[in-house]
T-cell receptor, first 113, second 114 residues
Framework: TQLLEQSPQFLSIQEGENLTVYCNSS?????LQWYRQEPGEGPVLLVT?????EVKKLKRLTFQFGDARKDSSLHITAAQPGDTGLYLC?????????????FGQGTILTVHP | NAGVMQNPRHLVRRRGQEARLRCSPM?????VYWYRQLPEEGLKFMVY????????ESGMPKERFSAEFPKEGPSILRIQQVVRGDSAAYFC????????????FGPGTRLTVT
């Protein structure tokens, strides 16, 4: 059974600060996704990483997939109140687990003006 | 291009009744997935379907739950004889043929069992 440990669980920062959210596992994943979920809505896909060591940037968000494909990080530069939300990482292990996403518990980010 | 559609958005059922949740995937997507988000818990995989086929139902409770994705029409998640513990948000996701990991989620159905 694949598990994804996400940390921190809660993050409260001031506008303009930088932050990093971590997603760790003892299992190897074929791909890893980051989602953002607003209250009462479904998760919205932000990025998919598939290659070990891969780095993707989405404006002020930087996503990295670990070399061994067991971990990932999301870094936000100069956070804004609009970044407030629940951030989820999800991994797909492939093989017999093809198509089955394992989700982390999520990080609730609050950015204060 | 319309996203994944789910209905109803909110569903209230009394214990013992049946709940039917519907999901229409994004245009061009042939894979559908159902996930459940219990209060204070993360999203948990339930089932993976393609048209007329169940690919992986390893996350489905053994009793009372079933899912289908017919040749025509939406995917249906059916819960028979609902109990209070079934109260949760149920999300459907879809993906294209060539990327089962790139799943796009619908807005969810919030099921409340009274």
């Amino acid at each position: 059974t694949q598990l994804l440990e996400q940390s921190p669980q809660f993050l409260s920062i001031q506008e303009g600060e930088n932050l990093t959210v971590y997603c760790n596992s003892s299992s190897v994943f074929s791909s890893l996704q980051w989602y953002r979920q607003e209250p009462g809505e479904g998760p919205v896909l932000l990025v998919t990483v598939v290659t070990g060591g891969e780095v993707k940037k989405l404006k002020r968000l930087t996503f990295q997939f670990g070399d061994a494909r067991k971990d990932s990080s999301l870094h936000i530069t100069a956070a804004q109140p609009g970044d407030t939300g629940l951030y989820l990482c999800a991994g797909e292990a492939g093989g017999t687990s093809y198509g089955k996403l394992t989700f982390g518990q999520g990080t609730i980010l609050t950015v204060h003006p | 291009n319309a996203g994944v559609m789910q209905n109803p958005r909110h569903l209230v059922r009394r214990r013992g009744q049946e709940a039917r949740l519907r999901c229409s995937p994004m245009k061009g997507h042939s894979h559908v997935y159902w996930y459940r988000q219990l209060p204070e818990e993360g999203l948990k995989f339930m089932v993976y379907l393609q048209k007329e086929n169940i690919i992986d139902e390893s996350g489905m409770p053994k009793e009372r739950f079933s899912a289908e994705f017919p040749k025509e029409g939406p995917s249906i998640l059916r819960i028979q004889q609902v109990v209070r513990g079934d109260s949760a948000a149920y999300f459907c996701a879809s993906s294209p043929l060539t990327g089962a990991y790139e799943q796009y989620f619908g807005p969810g159905t919030r099921l409340t069992v009274t």
